[in-house]
């Protein structure tokens, strides 16, 4: 693993040890974790360095998390992250490729599974990213893989909550749809009079209610501070990201 740096999450609360160059968490991450409302067994699929597991774990006490990575450099940090912030006890990563199937894990489904898939699965879509990005945004199975994988992992009645681009939403429901429903779709907007450029989907498996489209949480304001008091709320672990 090459040059590393030391930040913080929640307002200082978390210490995350992440590559200097690459993939390196932000956002997306920290949205994913505050929409995270299960307090069981809980599978983060593509964890890289942990800031999702520690996020999440620190946000919900009562969950048990496991973290599935294919790039031993950044599971071997997110082990690290977990020792270095006292979760040990009831957070791990295991090792493993989501295209190789959730049966490849030999593990029994979880209450609720977690994933910010690559953004990107064409090739011709995009310049091509850095080596050292690569694997974090480009899905070489599609997003398909991602998706069937998740399904498999969840036990019926049990939710899978993503973030993804939100041009890719009508791709996410026409993938989740056979088998999983009662969706609800938060937006996230980057400025109150700008389109989303982010949702977070929330799906339960075998779940049969009707679609709910949910108030955008707007990022940053026009003028003034860097972001909106909710999401400045959100990333100092004050706020969640509810689903009522």
């Keep these: 693993m090459d040059e590393v740096t030391q930040d913080r999450l929640l307002g200082g609360a978390l210490s995350l040890r992440q590559p200097a160059r690459g993939y390196r968490a932000g956002m997306d991450a920290a949205l994913l974790a505050a929409a995270c409302d299960a307090d069981g067994r809980v599978l983060e699929a593509g964890c890289g360095a ?21 790039d031993p450099g950044a599971a071997a940090l997110a082990r690290r992250n977990i020792e270095l912030n006292g979760f040990s006890g009831r957070v791990e990563v295991r090792e493993g490729d989501v295209e190789a ?3 490849a894990l030999e593990l029994t489904a979880f209450d609720a599974v977690l994933a910010n898939p690559p ?34 992992a969840v036990r019926e009645g049990g939710t899978i909550t993503m973030i993804h681009r939100a041009d890719r939403l009508a791709d996410l429901l026409a993938l989740l749809s056979p088998k999983s429903g009662s969706f609800q779709i938060r937006p996230i907007q980057p400025f109150a009079d700008a389109p989303a450029k982010r949702v977070l989907v929330r799906a339960v498996k075998t779940g049969k209610a009707p679609l709910i489209l949910l108030p955008p949480l707007v990022l940053h304001p026009r003028e003034g501070a860097k972001h909106t008091e909710a999401t400045e709320a959100i990333l100092r672990g004050d706020a969640e990201i509810g689903w009522g």
């Design 101 to 103: 199937g959730f049966k």
């Design 50 to 70: 942990g800031a999702v597991l520690l996020a999440a774990a620190a946000r919900r006490p009562l969950a048990r998390f496991l973290g599935l990575e294919r």
């Design 119 to 152: 953004f990107f699965d064409d090739p011709s879509a995009l310049r091509a990213p850095a080596a050292e990005k690569r694997g974090a945004w480009m899905a070489d199975g599609g997003l398909a893989a991602w998706t069937g994988f998740l399904q498999k």
